[in-house]
């Protein structure tokens, strides 16, 4: 297949953009940098230049397209909603262009906030509707397009794809008990995070794309729940130094961004993806990698 991929050089895209070549597909990545062009074209994937801030730069790329796996997402934190207009204003365009196609459509999703108190599934609808919702509702607005000839799926990724090279929200961790010189963790560090590695990740993609029935919901989560206490430990061991109680107040000012989410109980499954399309994740553990250095590398 022709596959347009947005976010093709990033930290899952470019895991994703691997196994689609290695799967014999034709690839074409956005990008926005001459620095992202390059590295995509070195690997031999036809590059399509535009960002989200444009969506009509992805146009020709989408049309042309036997299927779109959206994978990019401005991540601006500090102003939530410049992303989430952003991300749904992709979405739109997306759909808009695949509409009576039933072209495959992949967009990436997150785990947190579906459920209180229990692990979430993949039959938890998300609670995220309009332009004004995190993520601009994107996951809902995509899934209408289903009716409309469009093979939506959605993968849910657990917030932590780790893995050598990472430096998401386990890095932003590391990073803050460097400074702090303590390894953090908010509360009585009982609240669960869940957690792939990226080769898992990228792989569920490829088969979502290949594979899942149009409307489906994919969990990307290899581990349901990691305590985030134990998760602290890990890193206390890998730098060598204690651990300690972090009062959710004084969150922001210990972890950064982070530590408006790091508090957050989100346990979730991945029971039923697992079953539609025969996935095991093979790759190391959070507290593999993390043992193993490969949050401690220059």
Same mark, same amino acid.
């Given at each position: 297949?022709?596959?347009?991929?947005? %976010?093709?050089?990033?930290?899952?895209?470019?895991?994703?953009?691997?196994?689609?070549?290695?799967?014999?597909?034709?690839?074409?990545?956005?990008?926005?940098?001459?620095?992202? +062009?390059? +590295?995509?074209?070195?690997?031999?994937?036809?590059?399509?230049?535009?960002?989200?801030?444009?969506?009509?730069?992805?146009?020709?790329?989408?049309?042309?397209?036997?299927?779109?796996?959206?994978?990019?997402?401005?991540?601006?934190?500090?102003?939530?909603?410049?992303?989430?207009?952003?991300?749904?204003?992709?979405?739109?365009?997306?759909?808009?262009?695949?509409? %009576?196609?039933?072209?495959?459509?992949?967009?990436?999703?997150?785990?947190?906030?579906?459920?209180?108190?229990?692990?979430?599934?993949?039959?938890?609808?998300?609670?995220?509707?309009?332009?004004?919702?995190?993520?601009?509702?994107?996951?809902?607005?995509?899934?209408?397009?289903?009716?409309?000839?469009?093979?939506?799926?959605?993968?849910?990724?657990?917030?932590?794809?780790?893995?050598?090279?990472?430096?998401?929200?386990?890095?932003?961790?590391?990073?803050?008990?460097?400074?702090?010189?303590?390894?953090?963790?908010?509360?009585?560090?009982?609240?669960?995070?869940?957690?792939?590695?990226?080769?898992?990740?990228?792989?569920?993609?490829?088969?979502?794309?290949?594979?899942?029935?149009?409307?489906?919901?994919?969990?990307?989560?290899?581990?349901? %729940?990691?305590?985030?206490?134990?998760?602290?430990?890990?890193?206390?061991?890998?730098?060598?130094?204690?651990?300690?109680?972090?009062?959710?107040?004084? +969150?922001?000012?210990?972890?950064?961004?982070?530590?408006?989410?790091?508090?957050?109980?989100?346990?979730?499954?991945?029971?039923?993806?697992?079953?539609?399309?025969?996935?095991?994740?093979? %790759?190391?553990?959070?507290?593999?990698?993390?043992?193993?250095?490969?949050?401690?590398?220059?």
């Amino acid at each position: 297949m022709r596959v347009f991929v947005t %976010g093709a050089s990033g930290w899952i895209g470019s895991a994703v953009v691997g196994e689609l070549l290695a799967a014999g597909h034709n690839v074409t990545g956005l990008a926005r940098s001459d620095a992202a +062009a390059a +590295a995509l074209d070195a690997r031999g994937v036809r590059v399509q230049r535009g960002n989200l801030d444009s969506p009509d730069s992805l146009l020709s790329a989408t049309a042309d397209a036997d299927a779109v796996v959206h994978l990019a997402n401005k991540h601006d934190f500090s102003n939530p909603a410049v992303s989430n207009r952003a991300e749904r204003a992709t979405v739109q365009l997306i759909g808009d262009t695949l509409a %009576g196609s039933h072209r495959a459509f992949v967009l990436a999703s997150g785990v947190a906030g579906l459920a209180n108190g229990r692990p979430s599934t993949e039959r938890d609808v998300s609670r995220a509707y309009g332009p004004d919702a995190p993520r601009g509702g994107s996951e809902n607005l995509a899934l209408e397009f289903t009716d409309r000839g469009v093979g939506v799926v959605s993968v849910r990724f657990a917030p932590t794809v780790h893995g050598v090279g990472d430096h998401g929200f386990i890095s932003s961790i590391v990073g803050a008990a460097t400074t702090n010189g303590v390894s953090g963790y908010v509360g009585d560090g009982a609240n669960r995070w869940p957690a792939v590695h990226r080769s898992d990740a990228a792989r569920l993609v490829r088969l979502g794309l290949e594979s899942a029935q149009p409307g489906s919901v994919l969990h990307a989560v290899a581990e349901k %729940g990691i305590p985030t206490r134990d998760i602290a430990q890990a890193i206390g061991d890998g730098l060598g130094m204690p651990i300690a109680s972090i009062a959710q107040d004084d +969150a922001a000012t210990h972890f950064g961004w982070i530590g408006a989410f790091l508090g957050m109980d989100i346990p979730s499954s991945s029971e039923l993806t697992r079953a539609q399309l025969n996935w095991t994740p093979t %790759g190391p553990t959070l507290a593999e990698d993390i043992a193993s250095g490969a949050y401690f590398r220059a």
